[in-house]
């Protein structure tokens, strides 16, 4: 398993955009499946988006044309684009690529 880090999260007024990192400590290029997961007080860990190794994506409906997963194997790092930030995008975002990352915040507010 590898160790990932996760940044880029903050703060942001309502329909402006995060650009989050999942770095990892080792290679990520023979993990068949990474993901995002968020956590938003007083709820449950959700996924939000999963990207295979062939780059096959899914997304969760409430963020789907709004949020963009990628993977860079050559740089270890899984990235989350979100655009349109919703006051209920308000959580807690998590990496996942059969570890946990410690999650990062990310919080939206005018």
């Known amino acids: 398993q590898v160790h990932l880090v996760e940044s880029g999260g903050g703060l942001v007024q309502p329909g402006g955009s995060l650009r989050l990192s999942c770095a990892a400590s080792?290679?990520?290029?023979?993990?068949?499946?990474m993901a995002w997961y968020r956590q938003a007080p007083g709820k449950q860990r959700e996924l939000v988006a999963r990207?295979?190794?062939?780059?096959?994506?899914y997304y969760s409906g409430s963020v789907k044309g709004r949020f963009l997963i990628s993977r860079n194997n050559a740089k270890n790092t899984m990235y989350l684009q979100i655009n349109s930030l919703e006051p209920e995008d308000t959580a807690v975002y998590y990496c996942?690529?059969?570890?946990w990352g410690q999650g990062i915040q990310g919080t939206v507010s005018a």
């Open positions: 996942d690529a059969g570890s």
């Open positions: 080792g290679s990520i290029a023979s993990i068949y499946a």
């Open positions: 990207i295979t190794i062939s780059g096959s994506t």
